[in-house]
């Protein structure tokens, strides 16, 4: 089944109000965000391994990255902790699993196919950038090629962040939250902005830590 797969529409969903779906795997369930069914399916999903589960050992024909939301997520590259990204290319092979559970935010078949870069970075030790003509915002950048770029941003409280969406782009909220249109974004809500949109985004209270992609939703539509 399709989901959010209108990619003309702008979307916002919040974690905390979908339900938990069963995973072919015992003990591991999902939330889907957007799915385009396929040869290889196009996924956007939050995941939650339960203590002791694993995914059966797999290859990723089409890329998968992710980012650990809570709890430490496994793999044959490590034990990655709260706040880590993790890009594995296109061909990259794992057998996935959480000894004291986990929950990650997962993006999968969403690589140009020639893509063979390895990411592994971690929120929590990364340094920041001061924007250049954005008061209020600092940057973490992740990765960047010619169909996508991605970053880890912290907006502090009260400010004001415009950003075009010439070719798309997604925002998902890590900590805080922030205000765009008529809708309030709280941790862990996601943001899918279509291409030739705006984010016109105040951050709340707290402030925002957000992870943004953007520039590669334009061939979706």
Known sequence: MNVNDDFSKRV??????????????????????DRVQGDLDRVTTIVRYA??????????????????????FEDDYGDWPVGSYI???PGSKHTPG?????????????FDPDDRTFVHANLYKLGSVAEANRPGVR??????????EVCFEFWEP???????ADKGAEVFVIEGG????ADELLKHSWLRIPSGGHLHATAGLNGATVWIKRNHLQSMV
């Open 12 to 33: 916002v969903m919040h974690a905390e109000s979908i339900e938990w779906e069963d995973s072919p795997m015992p003990g591991v369930h999902r939330r889907r965000l």
């Open 51 to 72: 203590p002791n589960s694993q995914f059966s050992s797999h290859v990723h024909t089409g890329g998968e990255e992710f980012i650990v939301l809570d709890g430490v």
């Open 87 to 89: 890009r594995n290319p």
């Open 98 to 110: 959480s000894k004291p559970g986990c929950i990650i935010l997962v993006k999968l078949c969403q």
């Open 139 to 148: 940057s973490s950048p992740l990765y960047k090629d010619h169909q996508e």
């Open 158 to 164: 009260g400010t004001s962040v415009s950003m075009a």
């Open 178 to 181: 922030f205000q765009d249109e």
